[in-house]
Every structure is written in structure tokens, then in C-alpha cells.
């Protein structure tokens, strides 16, 4: 194995590598991106190229595989591999962390560029971390104290939902981030519709600020690797060519919040209002799990 070539690309996250192989990846190669992984939390390797069984190969040293609830593609030879055409309507352009209406959101995903339009179709990546550390002492600890509600509206299932902390802690290193997305991430739980609507839009531009983020342009034959427990990502629609992305994910762990939620869930009090349907979702919720 040669040694690889590392270049940071912005402040906050994001490195290219250069040098390696990952057709015959082998276990101490894995090792070794995980540590980059940790360090970079979104990886670019030019130049590669890799079938399909060495993609599923490669994916599998991180974890077990997932398959995406929405995408359905019946031609690949492997279950594991998602086909994202945009000419059938995939372009993510829409700040988000994968999946994150499931329990467990995807932990890492491995994205191979099979064909891209020759400019346009960059993907902008932001680092949580970065965006938790440069909030105010007084926001980080109200933050620390929420959870909120998310929920799969995007793929037309408002019904599918899920509370995780708002304040996102790494198990083994104990950083924190902000996990709120606007694409996902609905309601507040322990504050009311207004309340909760002010913050989160607040908080969902805050992990958007240029100085969080890396953004990539892509070559035919390059794949990508991104931590999903401590990113965002957003695809630039500035295109109309073809772009095809051939992806991986890796199945993730419970999200882990800073301690129990500080505040009981906000329920309205008293009778039925006209108001009462902004609280409809997280009732039911709430009623589901139950929780009231
Ligand atoms: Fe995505």
C-alpha cells in the first residue's frame, strides 16, 4: 500500500485523498478512513474505480448495510446499492442529514460518482460541531435541554416521526453537535408552535453559515464518504445534464443526547382551539409512544 495524500479543503470539514485504492481496500485501509472520517468527516478519493461487489466490499468494513426507505431500483445486482438519477427527480437540494424521521439514522454513506454534468451538481457539506461550538453559552444550554420532532413530510409521510435531542453527543468522544435539519426536523417538543418555530428556523439557517461548510465539485469516478451522525448535506440543482450517483449506507446507532430532556413535552392546555392543529403531529406522537 502506498501512502496516501491528504489535502484539508475548507476550515471546518472535508479532505480529498489521494493515493489509494479502494477496489482492493483492506481492512487496515478501513482503519485508516475511519481515522480520516473522524478527523475530516467527509472524504473525496478521484479517480477510483470500483464495481459494484467492491462497493458493497468496502461499505461492509464499516458496518452492516442499509437499504434507503424511499429509493427503489430494480436493475443493480446488489440490494445494498441505491441509484440516485436526477433526471428522475433526485437531487437532494435541501439542507439535510440523511434519514433522520428513522430511530437510527444511517451512521456513514459511500457515494460513487458514475456520471456528472460537466459543471453544476457540487455538494455542500456542514459540520454540526462546528455549528454547536460557535453558538452563545445561554443557546447551547437551552439546546442541550430539547428534543425534537422529525418526520418523513418529504417523501409525503407526515405520520412517520421520531424525537431525537436537538443537541447531538459522539458516544466515544463526547462532542456535541446540533442536530436539527430543515428538510427533517419539525416542532420543538417542549415548546410551543410559535416557540418552536422561531428557533428552529433560527437554528436550521445557523448550520447553514458558509464558514461550517466545504463544498465539492465532482469528477466522473470519485467517491465520497460522509459521517451522517455529524453532517449536513445539500446538492446544488444548477444543472439539467445527467448526474448519476451510485450509494452505500451504513446502518447507524441511537442517537445520544447530553442527558434526559430537561422540560416535559409541551402539551396544549385547555379546550380544542382554531390553533389547536399546529400541535396535531406531535400529540399524536406523543399519544403513540405513551408518552401523555
Ligand atoms: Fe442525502
Known amino acids: 500500500m502506498g501512502e496516501w495524500k491528504v489535502k484539508r479543503l475548507a476550515g471546518a470539514l472535508g479532505a480529498e485523498v489521494h493515493g489509494a485504492d479502494l477496489s482492493v481496500a483492506s481492512e487496515q485501509d478501513a482503519e485508516q478512513i475511519k481515522a480520516l472520517l473522524e478527523e475530516h468527516m467527509v472524504l473525496f478519493f478521484p479517480e477510483q474505480s470500483i464495481n459494484h461487489d467492491q ?31 436526477a433526471t428522475k427527480g433526485g437531487i437532494a437540494d435541501e439542507w439535510h442529514t440523511d434519514l433522520t424521521f428513522l430511530e437510527s439514522p444511517a451512521l456513514m454513506s ?29 443557546m447551547k444550554e437551552l439546546c442541550e435541554g430539547l428534543t425534537a420532532l422529525h418526520d418523513e413530510a418529504p417523501h409525503n409521510r407526515p405520520d412517520k416521526t421520531m424525537i431525537h435531542p436537538v443537541v447531538r453527543v459522539h458516544p466515544e468522544t463526547g462532542r456535541k453537535a446540533l442536530y436539527v435539519n430543515e428538510h427533517f426536523t419539525r416542532r420543538i ?17 445557523w448550520v447553514q453559515n458558509p464558514r461550517f461548510t466545504v463544498r465539492y465539485s465532482w469528477s466522473e469516478g470519485t467517491i465520497g464518504m460522509w459521517d451522517n451522525r455529524f453532517t449536513q448535506h445539500f446538492v446544488l440543482n444548477d444543472f439539467d445534464s445527467e448526474r448519476i450517483i451510485q450509494r452505500v449506507t451504513v446502518m447507524g446507532d441511537h442517537p445520544q443526547g447530553v442527558g434526559e430532556p430537561r422540560w416535559k413535552p409541551w402539551v396544549r392546555p385547555g379546550p380544542l382551539s382554531a390553533t389547536s392543529r399546529y400541535d396535531r403531529q406531535l400529540y399524536f406522537h406523543l399519544k403513540e409512544q405513551g408518552m401523555m
Not at 57 to 83: C, M, S, T, V
Not at 111 to 135: E, I, N, Q, R
Open 189 to 205: 417538543v417542549e415548546m410551543n408552535a410559535t416557540e418552536s418555530d422561531m428557533l428552529l428556523s433560527y437554528l436550521t439557517k
Open 110 to 138: 459511500i457515494l460513487h460518482m458514475v456520471k456528472c454534468p460537466p459543471t453544476g451538481g457540487d455538494t455542500m457539506w456542514t459540520s454540526l460541531y462546528a455549528a454547536y461550538d460557535a453558538l452563545s453559552e445561554p
Open 55 to 85: 462497493h458493497v466490499a468496502l461499505g461492509r468494513y464499516f458496518g452492516e448495510l442499509e437499504g434507503h426507505p424511499q429509493l427503489k431500483n430494480a436493475y443493480l445486482d446488489h440490494p445494498e446499492i441505491f441509484e440516485l438519477a
